[in-house]
């Protein structure tokens, strides 16, 4: 397993070949982070012609949760805030801190007329093990349950008027593919999906998330499931 980032660059002249290894940063725990740390910013602002830019600023927060779209639909990203300046092209750029160890990778930024200072980065520790794995197998697994989500708040409520009144909150399935993980449990459309192992699921991102940090391929996890009103549990062998 590989704890640092290998920037490995290969030059080659008309008279010698050989592939040239560059001394490489040790990655740094991120949990140990506190506001008012000092860090800096490396990139490429703006591309190449501004290229080895280096800013400085501090730690404005921790495990602050940010909320992005993808095409899976909203997930809420845990990332490190920063004043340190972080411009278009700074985005996989590191952020280190005066030890010269890499804390984070700088990746998006609030860029609202009037707004200034509030960049953001993937914590190290949360960046390990993906490195890691790209590194062993040359892509990320994830759990996959084969489904269509939506918000119970945003469902209109005649679809699910027998809910007990003092659930509110969970992800309704809207479809099911042939032969999922979630077809061949049981799972239905219209089934509301309240927990997962006895963890509370209020949202599509929670059991996003649950899915993605929580458990690996082939495991088993018991759905808490509303289905016309009645509560049961549902246990599903998760597939890659």
Known sequence: MCNQLLFI?????????????FPTPDFGNSSTL??????????????????????QGIVSATNRSIAITTSAGNWDTNVI????AINPGNSGGALIN????VIGINSLKISESGVEGLGFAI????????VNQLIKSGKIDRPYLGVGLADLDQVPQMYWQNMPNNTTKGVMLTNIEPNSAAAKAGLQVKDIIVSMNGTEITSSSDLRKYLYTKVRKGAEIKFGVYRDGKQMTIIVKLSE
């Open 9 to 21: 660059c290969s030059r080659f002249s008309s008279t010698n070949s050989r592939r040239k290894i």
């Open 34 to 55: 506190r506001p008012g740390d000092q860090v800096y910013a490396i990139g490429n602002p703006l591309g190449l012609d501004l290229s080895r830019t280096v800013t």
């Open 81 to 84: 805030q920063t004043d340190a």
């Open 98 to 101: 005066p030890q010269g160890q």
């Open 123 to 130: 914590p190290s520790n949360d960046l390990i093990p993906i």
